[in-house]
Each structure stands twice: as structure tokens, then as C-alpha cells.
């Protein structure tokens, strides 16, 4: 794992110095375009034999993985390196401020381009469907226990194994869930709707190869195209604290976006494709934090745990701040325009201004008060009736599939 970071970080240096990251990047880029299409189009058709929610879900975990690895590189060294304590939690909050800030608004413009270009009308909001609230009652639990984790300012065993069990608890209620009709396949693109062709057992064949191909394609070409990729950040005087938040989060989130970006352009899968980044908020906020210190752990000798600074708070609050925003605009079961352009006019300021974290992180928490007030007024809490509703159905019922 350590070669997705430390030797990458150092290969970059070498090849910037050099000038030869762009050869590589002429075939890790297609690599990892080709490698996320294999697998999107695996979890589309997967969608027909478990729930679209579970296939989101496997398909967040193979797409994550570089970002696994990158975590789990710096808290090892930082275990080593206590100067590079302060980088544990710059990777991981980036990466969430990255998929809420940045990649769900780029989800909503690309549905609305692309619908403007089909239908010559923009797209005034994503409307979730009815099982989508398993995904946003999912994102808050880890949201809330976080708060707790922040005010206590450590990560310990004790809060992996309580973050773990909520996903796992995430992953049973998706598994109940049924399958989609099969009337829907036909709305499928040519290569999902051609494997739903065959019978089950081919499908199942089919489908495992293209996960397995994917996964097996992005865990080889991975490393050198975060080589490639990093180098040029590196030429350009990108800064260390900068570079692990941003610049390497960006690069690991590389695959989803792209499967992402893929159902968006269709308009009528722009639901999926948002529902694809929220699984993998979910991930992160559960199974790549509860990573952390039982890898700081082992590098350390002693599991204690990780203890948070002030920079560090502020950085987690500041997350914190964002995903209450994030959850709030998609309790409706709705994902507007206003709401896509607020997001990412916030990311840009943070990313752009670094210093005014707090004044941003203020500005979301406002943003959030007004919007539940805003809610309980319109009794706009959707995703909470539905969740019960399904929960009720699937998980304590026994419906047929």
C-alpha cells in the first residue's frame, strides 16, 4: 500500500525533475477511464439482482480503494513521523469536502447540460427515488457519532469498532432491499441492458468479471497514475498540507467521478450517480476513519490512539459543517439547483482562501439552521417516513423479491 503515497510522492519528485510524468499519464489516464467504465457498467447491471443501493455500495469500495491506501500510508508514517501527525486528518477531510463540495455539484451540471442538450430545458433538481433514503438516513448517523468524536478530540479503537458496526448496520438494511423491476431495463444502455440478456447464471458471470476486471485494472494502474498525476502537482510548488488534502484525494476519487459523470449524462440515472458519491461519503466516514487508528496503531507500537489538535478540529468541524449542509438539502429527497451551486461556491471559497475556514465553517452551520427550520416548517423530513417505511417492509417483514 505504501507505494500508492510515500513512493509515489517520491517517484513524483524524481519525474518532475525530469519532465517524463506526462508519458505515463498518456496511458494510466485511459487506463483508469477504461477501469471505472468496466465497473459502472457492472454495477448497472447488478442493480437487477441486488439492490441498486448494495451495487452502489460494492461499487464505492472498489472505486475507494487508492483512497484506502493513501489513508492508510500517512497514519503509518505519521505513527513514525510524529511531525506527520497533522496529515492524518488533512487526506480524509479533504476527500469528504471533495465528493460534497466539488463532486455532487458537478453531478447536478452534467444532468442539466446534458438535459438542456436532449430536451433544450434545464434541470431544476434531482429527485430521489423512494429507496434513496436508506443512503441519506446512512449519512447521518456517522455525521452525528463524528460530533462526538470531535468534541472528546481523540480516535480510538473503541470509536472504529462503533463506526464499523454503523456500516455494517448501513450494509444489512441495503441487502433487504429488493432488486429493481425488470421492466426497467430496457431504459439500460447498450452493454448493461445486453448482459441482462443472458440467463442468471451468465449475468452473475458477467457481472463478477466486469467488478473483478475493473478492480484488478485500477489496483495496477493506480499507482503509476498518481505518479503521473502528483509529479505535475509537485513541478508546480504545490505545498505538503495542500498537496495531501487536496491534490491526492482528488486523484484517488479519480474512478468514481468518472462512473459518476457517466450516469449523470443520461439525466434519468443523475439520482444513481448522486446516490454513488454519497456511498462513498458513507465509506469514508465509516470504514476509512475506523482504519485510521489501528494503522497509527501498529506503526505506533501502542493503541491509544490518535489525539486531535486545534488545527485539526477546526479542519474536522469544518467537514462536519459541510455534510450537516449536504444531508439537509438531500432530506427532501430533492437535490436543487441553488443547493449544487451552494455547495461548490463554498468549496471554492475554502479552497481558494484557506484562512477562512472558520468564517466558511460558520456560514455552513447557518446554512443548516436555516434549512431545518425551513424543513420543519414545510414538514419537508421525506427520507425519515420513507426509511421507516422500508425498514418496516424489507428488514422486519419478509417480502417477496
Known amino acids: 500500500m505504501r507505494k500508492y503515497f510515500s513512493l509515489a510522492i517520491a517517484a513524483a519528485h524524481n519525474e518532475a525533475a525530469t519532465g517524463g510524468s506526462w508519458g505515463s499519464a498518456l496511458w494510466t489516464f485511459p487506463s483508469v477511464l477504461f477501469s471505472a467504465m468496466l465497473i459502472a457498467w457492472g454495477a448497472e447491471a447488478a442493480q437487477f439482482l441486488i439492490s441498486q443501493g448494495m451495487a452502489l455500495a460494492i461499487l464505492a469500495w472498489l472505486q475507494t480503494l487508492p483512497e484506502f491506501a493513501v489513508e492508510a500510508v500517512i497514519a503509518f508514517e505519521a505513527g513514525k513521523d510524529p511531525a506527520k501527525i497533522h496529515l492524518i486528518t488533512a487526506n480524509f477531510t479533504g476527500s469528504l469536502r471533495l465528493l460534497t463540495g466539488l463532486g455532487w455539484p458537478m453531478i447536478y451540471a452534467t444532468a442539466t447540460i446534458f438535459k438542456r442538450k436532449k430536451e433544450h430545458k434545464p434541470l431544476r433538481e434531482i429527485c430521489l427515488e423512494k429507496e434513496h433514503c436508506v443512503e441519506v438516513v446512512g449519512l447521518l448517523v456517522p455525521i452525528l457519532y463524528f460530533f462526538w468524536i470531535y468534541l472528546k478530540s481523540t480516535l480510538n479503537l473503541y470509536d472504529s469498532a462503533v463506526l464499523i458496526v454503523i456500516y455494517f448496520a448501513y450494509l444489512y438494511v441495503l441487502r433487504k432491499i429488493p432488486s429493481r423491476d425488470e421492466e426497467e431495463i430496457e431504459e439500460l444502455e447498450f452493454i448493461p441492458r445486453k448482459i441482462l440478456s443472458y440467463s442468471r447464471k451468465v449475468q452473475i458471470w458477467i457481472i463478477t468479471g466486469l467488478f473483478l476486471g475493473g478492480g484488478v485494472i485500477l489496483y495496477f494502474v ?170 418496516r417492509l424489507y428488514v422486519l417483514g419478509s417480502p417477496k423479491r
Not at 449523470?264 to 465509506?283: F, K
Not at 490512539?305 to 459543517?321: K, M, P, S
Open 222 to 391: 493506480a499507482h503509476p497514475f498518481l505518479e503521473s498525476m502528483l509529479a505535475v502537482a509537485i513541478s508546480m510548488g504545490v505545498n505538503e498540507f495542500v498537496f495531501v488534502q487536496w491534490v491526492a484525494p482528488f486523484l484517488s476519487e479519480f474512478p468514481e467521478k468518472v462512473s459518476a459523470f457517466h450516469w449523470a449524462r443520461q439525466v434519468r440515472s443523475a439520482p444513481m450517480a448522486l446516490m454513488n458519491m454519497v456511498s462513498s461519503n458513507i465509506n469514508q466516514w465509516t470504514m476509512l476513519v475506523a482504519m485510521i487508528p489501528i494503522v497509527y496503531g501498529f506503526s505506533v507500537g501502542n493503541f491509544k490512539g490518535v489525539y486531535f489538535d486545534d488545527h485539526q478540529r477546526e479542519e474536522i468541524l469544518l467537514t462536519l459543517a459541510q455534510a450537516l449542509v449536504g444531508f439537509i438539502f438531500l432530506l427532501n429527497m430533492r437535490f436543487s439547483w441553488y443547493e449544487a451551486i451552494g455547495l461548490f461556491a463554498l468549496w471554492l471559497i475554502q479552497f481558494v482562501q484557506p484562512h477562512l475556514r472558520s468564517e466558511i465553517t460558520v456560514v455552513y452551520f447557518a446554512w443548516f439552521a436555516f434549512e431545518l427550520i425551513r424543513s420543519m416548517i414545510a414538514r419537508e423530513f421525506h427520507a425519515f417516513p420513507e426509511f421507516v417505511k422500508i425498514f
